[in-house]
């Protein structure tokens, strides 16, 4: 999973478990969540092939939104320039890439 590798990063060493912990909850809830919330979708639907449509319709509506607002907040420029003034170890760029 690469958000382990990306909190290892940027998160401070006292912080990382307990941010690794946060997120590992977090992404584990949607196992528990998903299929409840896609049958509850289906059998409130007319057919089942519309209940599926509907509930793969809002998934990508999810996601579309997700992506957004990631486009617009995640700033990893920024982020990397906060770090380097706090002092603290920033990765270093991808070889071939001019700053």
């Known amino acids: 999973m690469i958000s382990q590798a990306v909190v290892s990063e940027f998160v401070p060493v006292a ?3 307990a941010v690794l912990a946060i ?3 977090f992404i ?3 196992g528990v969540l998903a ?5 509850d979708i289906v059998e409130k639907a007319a057919t089942p092939v519309d209940g ?3 509930g793969y319709t809002i998934i990508g509506a ?9 486009m617009l ?3 990893p420029e920024r982020e990397a320039e906060r770090l380097r003034q706090d ?6 760029p991808m070889p071939g890439l001019a700053r």
Do not use: E, H
């Not at 299929?35 to 049958?39: A, F, K, N």
């Not at 999810?62 to 990631?70: D, P, R, S, T, V």
């Not at 002092?87 to 270093?92: D, Q």
């Open 52 to 54: 599926f449509f509907r």
């Open 87 to 92: 002092g603290m170890r920033v990765p270093l």
């Open 35 to 39: 299929p409840y919330v896609m049958g």
């Open 15 to 17: 912080q990382r478990g």
């Open 28 to 30: 584990t809830s949607a």
């Open 73 to 75: 907040f995640i700033q």
């Open 23 to 25: 997120g590992t909850a």
């Open 62 to 70: 999810i996601m579309f939104a997700g992506g957004l607002i990631a």
